[in-house]
Nanobody, 116 residues
Framework: QVQLVESGGDLVQPGGSLRLSCAAS????????MSWYRQAPGKERELVAR????????NYADSVKGRFTISRDNAVNTVYLQMNSLKPEDTAVYHC?????????WGQGTQVTVSS
């Protein structure tokens, strides 16, 4: 079955950096675009970044452009989100997501808290 397991969330000061990882299994990773979403308390889930199956194309939310970088390693079925210059408004639970079939799958999420 499809599994998405995120890691790397933490408490970090404003201006700091974190790298999130998402280990995927149960589907053909190299044929599947991957995405990172986030959901802050009281807010709707939003798309943060997306990467095509071979990593040749990426897209970002305007709020994170220039600060976040999505990447993937198809040899180890893992997608990453490098987050730099973090702001308090980046505080959220971050989920990776894949849609290898008609169904979209979600990981359990990892908490990122940006606070001094």
């Amino acid at each position: 079955q499809v599994q998405l397991v995120e890691s790397g969330g933490d408490l970090v000061q404003p201006g700091g950096s974190l790298r999130l990882s998402c280990a995927a299994s149960g589907f053909t990773f190299s044929q599947t675009a991957m995405s990172w979403y986030r959901q802050a308390p009281g807010k709707e889930r939003e798309l943060v970044a997306r990467i095509s199956n071979l990593g040749l194309s990426t897209n970002y939310a305007d709020s994170v452009k220039g600060r976040f970088t999505i990447s993937r390693d198809n040899a180890v079925n893992t997608v990453y989100l490098q987050m730099n210059s973090l702001k308090p408004e980046d505080t959220a639970v971050y989920h990776c997501s894949a849609q290898p079939t008609v169904r979209r799958y979600w990981g359990q999420g990892t908490q990122v808290t940006v606070s001094s």
